[in-house]
């Protein structure tokens, strides 16, 4: 597959080769803070998961690995559909926010198409905005489930002392949106995304409150939860747990979330829809 440019002297492909994949044991520990005792991958899973229907991006520059997302097939038991699970996505901090993210996830993208596959899944976080807001708004996915508690007590140390709630995130790859902005170099966004009105739809919502609106719904949420677990540590797992409950009711009600913006510096605002019209544009 033809290298992809995520920003200036960085290039990403497809990796397989020991030596490649042993690289992305440190990039996961330092994202995701572990430390040698509390597990990782290592390069034999990635190299066998690579060689077996599995995909393993990297981002590169300067030679140095910077960033990579780790991916296995797997099959919908319902439908028998094979899609991509996409399990990890990492970049280092000092590479965040110059598009490496985006660059990768559509390098995936490729490849998947390439073979064949037309979906990816993954899961995140419902109270971390910015991931919600790259997920749905740039990457053109879907919010179609929630998994309570997915990892219980086996949380990574950023998650931990609270429940592993998580969004399912289904991208269908040659679907108009994702198509749409597959075509985008990676500063644009659609006239879609831009969040003056989802702004004005929002109205004065406070986080934890819900708005619905004909055949959509508005779930506003802490656009830092980090920093609203910091300084309201009381109420942090009560409105946690309003939050994931009233948009459990929404997807079981046959609502997808279809985008997330930041309104301002206390809070971000869920986009609910209703499933049919998910993946026009």
Same mark, same amino acid.
């Given at each position: 597959m033809s290298a992809l440019a995520a920003a200036p002297a960085v290039e990403v492909r497809v990796l397989s080769r020991p030596e490649e994949c042993a690289c992305c044991e440190a990039v996961y520990r330092e994202v995701f803070g572990l430390t040698s005792n509390?597990?990782?991958?290592?390069?034999r899973l990635l190299v066998s998961l690579a060689r077996n229907s599995g995909m393993v991006v990297g981002a590169y520059a300067g030679g140095e690995l910077v960033g990579f997302t780790?991916?296995?097939l797997a099959?919908?038991?319902?439908?028998g559909r094979l899609y991509?699970?996409?399990q990890t996505a990492a970049v280092l901090p000092a590479w965040q926010g110059r598009g490496i993210g985006r660059a990768m996830k559509f390098a995936q993208r490729a490849a998947a198409l390439a073979d064949g596959i037309e979906e990816l899944r993954w899961t995140f976080d419902p109270l971390r905005p910015a991931n919600a807001h790259f997920? &749905?708004?740039?990457? *053109?996915?879907?919010?179609?489930g929630l998994a309570r508690d997915l990892y219980g007590a086996g949380a990574a140390p950023n998650d931990r002392g609270e429940p592993t709630d998580r969004f399912v995130v289904h991208w269908e790859l040659a679907s108009p949106a994702v198509e749409a902005r597959a075509?985008?170099?990676g500063g644009e966004i659609l006239p879609s995304q831009r969040p003056e009105p989802l702004a004005l739809l929002a109205g004065q919502l406070r986080p934890g409150e &819900?708005?619905?609106? *004909?055949r959509a719904a508005f779930l506003c949420v802490p656009s830092d939860w980090r920093r609203f677990r910091r300084l309201s540590p009381s109420s942090a797992a009560g409105l946690r747990n309003q939050i994931i409950a009233q948009a459990g009711q929404l997807i079981d009600g046959g609502f997808v979330a279809v985008s997330c913006a930041r309104l301002d510096g206390e809070r971000a605002v869920y986009r609910f829809t209703d499933s049919s019209r998910a993946h026009a544009g």
């Open positions: 509390d597990g990782s991958i290592n390069a780790l991916s296995f099959r919908d038991g319902a439908s991509q699970y996409s997920n &749905l708004d740039v990457l *053109g996915a879907v919010v179609t075509a985008l170099s &819900l708005r619905l609106a *004909g």
